[in-house]
Structure formats: C-alpha cells, structure tokens
C-alpha cells in the first residue's frame, strides 16, 4: 500500500514540474509575441526597426521600454511610448543558451537587421512546441513571425 501511495506521489510530482515548465514557456512565447508587434507598430511609425546589437530585452537600464527613440531604460521623454514595458525572459528552467548584454545572462536577444528593415530575437524555450515548428533549445522571432532554430 506505502508503495502505491509513494508511485502515485512521484507520477504527480513529475506531471506537475511537466505543466509548469510549458507554462513558463507560454509566458515566454507570449512575451516575444508582445514585444514583435510592438515591434511592427514602432516599424509603422518610424519606418525602421529600433537600433540594437545582442540587446538583452527587459534590461532595466537599456531596454525597459520601447518609445519613439527606441529602447531606453525608461521612456519619460518618449513622444509616443509602443511597449511601457518590454518583458525579459523568464530564466528558471532555462539551459543558458542564449544569453547577450553586459553583464552576460539569460536573455531576449534583440539585434537590428540591416538598414533597420528586419530584425532578429533570439530566445530559448525548456520544450518543443511542434505544432508551431518551435524546438527545445533555441529559436528566433523575426518579422516573418517565430521558427524554430537559432537566427541567422
């Protein structure tokens, strides 16, 4: 009877830690998400991706905000603000492979795209989400929308 109980306990133990490590990841996708089309709407009005190189996003003092001039740790002076509040990536579960800024930690990694007309966000998730071609590991969010595999 012990032994039963004991199984029964650890097959909830493993289901649990299984649904909140896809949670984390739902969070993260929506964050990316989020961020891409404030992204599109920062395009629309400027007709440029913001400038950035490995921009670790959420860093609150280089990328807390996205305004008028870009991302800025705030955006008190900001004509027009598109995202008060660029999310980070949830890091628990997180392997480490993908990681920018100064200093270096798991991150969103945003980099402009030549001649500010595209961009790349690179990112990690703990599982695949095959129906959407995302994989374990790394992946990228680009303005053609979400793939699987690290940018290139």
Not at 14 to 31: E, F, M, P, T, Y
Not at 56 to 82: E, I
Not at 135 to 149: F, H, L, R, S
Request: net charge negative.
């Amino acid at each position: 009877m012990v032994g039963v109980i004991l199984l029964v306990s650890i097959l909830a133990v493993i289901a649990v830690n299984a649904a909140r490590s896809k949670q984390r990841d739902a969070v993260r996708l929506g964050n990316a998400r989020q961020i891409q089309t404030s992204l599109e709407n920062y395009f629309t009005d400027r007709n440029t991706y913001p400038v950035g190189a490995t921009l670790p996003l959420g860093d609150s003092a280089q990328s807390a905000c996205l305004g008028s001039d870009g991302f800025a740790g705030n955006c008190s002076g900001s004509d027009t603000v598109f995202l008060r509040v660029v999310p980070g990536t949830y890091q628990k579960g997180l392997k480490g492979l993908v990681s920018c800024g100064e200093p270096i930690r798991d991150a969103f990694c945003y980099t402009q795209g030549e001649d500010g007309m595209s961009y790349s966000i690179q990112f990690e998730l703990e599982n695949a989400v095959s129906m959407a071609g995302l994989i374990d590991g790394i992946n990228c969010a680009t303005p053609n929308g979400i793939e699987g595999g690290a940018c290139e």
